[in-house]
């Protein structure tokens, strides 16, 4: 399974720009938007759910 971080070395972006792309943010280009989510898709990305777990959990104690 490919990480975040492996798909900011692939496409050469920043571990945040896949992240805010994946998630929805209306920050990213279209262009950047549409070769993210392509190569996410090739290399069969799925979000980390211990890790998304872990963020809500930090979330909720601040």
């Known amino acids: ?16 720009t896949v992240s805010k792309t994946l998630n929805g943010s209306s920050e990213i280009g279209e262009a950047t938007i549409a070769r993210v989510k392509e190569t996410a898709q090739k290399y069969n990305y799925k979000s980390n759910r211990v890790a998304l777990s872990f963020k809500k959990t930090v979330e909720q104690k601040l």
């Open 1 to 16: 399974m490919v990480t975040l971080k492996e798909l900011a070395d692939k496409l050469g972006v920043s571990i945040s």
